[in-house]
C-alpha cells in the first residue's frame, strides 16, 4: 500500500490523517513509545546499572525489591519491560515469571541471571520470558537486551 493510501486510510478511519502528534512527545524516542522499565532487584548496583542505560535512551525506570509491588504497578498497555534479578530471594524465578504475565500478559520480561547458558534460556522463553541477560559484566549487553525488548510491540 502506498503512503498516500495509508493516509487515506486513517483519514477515513480517524476522520484525519495520524501523526507522531498523536502521541505524547514525552512518550516517544526515535518513532517508538518510550518504555517503562521496571527493576524489580534488591541489588542496589544492578539498578543503577539499569539507571545509567534509561538515562541514554530517556526511558522511565522503576525500583521495586519486591513482586508484590510489581504486581501493583503493572497494567496491560503499559509498554512495560521488567527486568527480574535471578538473585532475589523472596521468589524463584519460575514463580515470578507466573505472577508477573499473570499481572501484565503483554510485558517483556528480562531476566537477569549469573551466568546465562542455553538451557536456561530456553527454559526461561518456554516459561514467557522475553529474554535472558548477565547481570554483570560490561553494560553493552544488558543495554542491547533492554534495547529490543522496549522495541516489541
Request: aromatic share 10%; hydrophobic share 45%; charged share 20%.
Amino acid at each position: 500500500m502506498a503512503a498516500s493510501g495509508v493516509l487515506s486510510l486513517a483519514t477515513k478511519m480517524f476522520g484525519r490523517p495520524l501523526t507522531r502528534c498523536d502521541v505524547p512527545a514525552h512518550k516517544v524516542v526515535s518513532g517508538f513509545a518510550k518504555p517503562n522499565i521496571l527493576a524489580l532487584t534488591s541489588d542496589d548496583r544492578l539498578y543503577s546499572t539499569v539507571l545509567y542505560i534509561s538515562t541514554d535512551y530517556g526511558w522511565i525506570t522503576r525500583w521495586v525489591k519486591s513482586i508484590d509491588r510489581a504486581e501493583e504497578i503493572l497494567h496491560p498497555g503499559m509498554n512495560s519491560v521488567v527486568l527480574y534479578d535471578w538473585h532475589m530471594v523472596a521468589e524463584s524465578w519460575k514463580a515470578a515469571t507466573r505472577r508477573l504475565l499473570a499481572a501484565d500478559a503483554t510485558c517483556r520480561i528480562v531476566l537477569a541471571a549469573p551466568l546465562v547458558d542455553e538451557d536456561l534460556w530456553t527454559e526461561a522463553l518456554w516459561r514467557g520470558v522475553y529474554d535472558v541477560a548477565p547481570r554483570s559484566g560490561p553494560t553493552d549487553v544488558l543495554a542491547a537486551t533492554l534495547r529490543f525488548a522496549s522495541l516489541r510491540a
